[in-house]
Antibody, heavy 120, light 108 residues
């Protein structure tokens, strides 16, 4: 059974940094692309970033480009999101997600999310 | 950037068929996926590659995609199908994942 467990969320002041982690199990982690998706309170899903299985293709939403960095450690079956220069509008539940592995990005499995609150 | 447009809400009586649309420029040339999100829960993939179902998803869920509109079709709707539904594509020109704004399905 695929399991994705996010951690690292919390309350942080504007301008500060936070690092999210996602522990993956139940599948061969280094065979699949991975994603981060967020959901602000009462709002819809917003894609944040994606990373290919090998880590050689990385893409970001315009809203986080230059501030967030996605990475993975295949030896530890883990995905990360380094978030710098945080803004109040970054407040959201952040989901780690596994790709289907097909010819286009398709989110197949979702974690339960970790909440990030940016406020002074 | 590529935009997907969904109706904010769709209502249907139990036992009827619900159709939730997802509009986008030439979306028929893209592959569309659908995610279901019940209140307080993480999303779940219910349809991938326009019309295929992941294992464990009831046959009542299906989809179509042509022209400028993709559609999630839920047959014999049940109270337990009440949820927000999001369409999702991969925009090859930007290499970005794109979500629609979501549609809230209400079972009357």
């Amino acid at each position: 059974e695929v399991q994705l467990v996010e951690s690292g969320g919390g309350l942080v002041q504007p301008g500060r940094s936070l690092r999210l982690s996602c522990a993956a199990s139940g599948f061969t982690f280094d065979d699949y692309a991975m994603h981060w998706v967020r959901q602000a309170p009462g709002r819809g899903l917003e894609w944040v970033s994606s990373l290919s299985w090998k880590g050689d293709n990385i893409v970001y939403a315009d809203s986080v480009k230059g501030r967030f960095t996605i990475s993975r450690d295949n030896a530890k079956n883990s995905l990360y999101l380094q978030m710098n220069s945080l803004r109040p509008e970054d407040t959201a539940l952040y989901y780690c997600a596994k790709d289907w592995g097909g010819s286009s990005w398709c989110i197949q499995h979702w974690g339960q999310g970790t909440l990030v609150t940016v406020s002074s | 950037s590529y935009v997907l447009t969904q109706p904010p809400s769709v209502s249907v009586a139990p036992g009827q068929t619900a159709r939730i649309t997802c509009g986008g420029d030439k979306i028929g040339g893209k592959t569309v996926h659908w995610h279901q999100q019940k209140p307080g829960q993480a999303p779940v993939l219910v349809v991938h590659d326009d019309s295929d179902r992941p294992s464990g998803i009831p046959e009542r869920f299906s989809g179509s995609n042509s022209g400028n509109t993709a559609t999630l079709i839920i047959s014999r709707v049940e109270a337990g199908d009440e949820a927000d539904y999001y369409c999702q594509v991969w925009d090859i020109s930007s290499d970005h994942v794109v979500f629609g704004g979501g549609s809230k399905l209400t079972v009357l």
